[in-house]
């Protein structure tokens, strides 16, 4: 029978391009953002976050865009490498219980 | 420092056996989350604790499914008894505190209950 189940969206890039992932959240009351990284076998790693009172924050090679108009929040990886491949997950803090919120994902392929 | 333990890292086990699964947050952290990932649902949160009290236990799918943090270092998430449809990778997730902080994962139980 035919498998089921969740459909990642794959962002495929070229080693050493730019790579910009996308997530939209839910909730508006929403303050605060995280960016993880998960690699096959293993479990999310945090990579980066963003408090709703700021509209951007940088680390090393990511960037981190917060555009609480459209409630939308985008990772941008600079200079990808085959390192960076890897499922990223978006999560919203929602405030009512105090807990994080993630979405379903998106699978970054890094292309030699 | 260690990050988030978790114990066994696979677990192979037969239907109707008791699966217990074991974490030890990070030190200083103060809440507690148990996660499961599966390719139909993705990340799902099971239950989460805060100075080792339960705090939602809203995402636990069944009462075959139970969790305990007897103390600030050691949780356990029990199912008793297991099913197949219970195999999943498990993660267990620690922060300092709730409300906008960061959650820090283990490396996930690997479970497989034929």
């Known amino acids: 029978g035919e498998s089921v189940g969740l459909h990642l969206p794959t962002l495929s890039v070229q080693e050493g391009d730019n790579s910009i992932i996308n997530c939209a959240y839910s909730?508006?009351?929403?303050?605060?953002f995280i960016w993880y990284k998960q690699e096959s076998g293993k479990g999310p790693q945090f990579i980066i976050d963003?408090?709703?009172?700021?509209d951007k924050r940088q680390g090393q090679r990511v960037t981190v865009l917060l555009n609480k108009t459209v409630k939308h929040l985008s990772l941008q990886i600079a200079a990808t490498q085959p390192g960076d491949s890897a499922v990223y997950f978006c999560?919203?803090?929602?405030?009512?219980?105090?807990?994080?919120?993630f979405g379903g994902g998106t699978r970054l392929m890094v292309k030699p | 420092d260690a990050g988030v333990i978790q114990s066994p890292r696979h677990e192979v086990t037969e239907m109707g056996q008791e699966v217990t699964l074991r974490c030890k947050p990070i030190?200083?952290?103060?809440?507690l989350f148990w996660y499961r990932q599966t390719m139909m649902r993705g990340l799902e949160l099971l239950i989460y604790?805060?100075?080792?009290?339960?705090?939602?236990d809203s995402g636990m799918p069944e009462d075959r499914f139970s969790a305990k943090m007897p103390n600030a270092s050691f949780s356990t998430l029990k199912i008793q008894p297991s099913e197949p449809r219970d195999s999943a990778v498990y993660f267990c997730?620690?922060?300092?505190?709730?409300?906008?902080?960061?959650?820090?994962f283990g490396p996930g139980t690997r479970l497989l209950v034929l």
């Open positions: 997730a620690s922060s300092l505190n709730l409300g906008g902080e960061t959650q820090y």
């Open positions: 909730n508006s009351a929403s303050d605060y």
């Open positions: 963003i408090r709703s009172n700021m």
């Open positions: 999560a919203e803090n929602n405030n009512a219980g105090n807990m994080l919120t």
């Open positions: 030190s200083g952290h103060n809440s």
């Open positions: 604790f805060n100075n080792n009290v339960p705090i939602d």
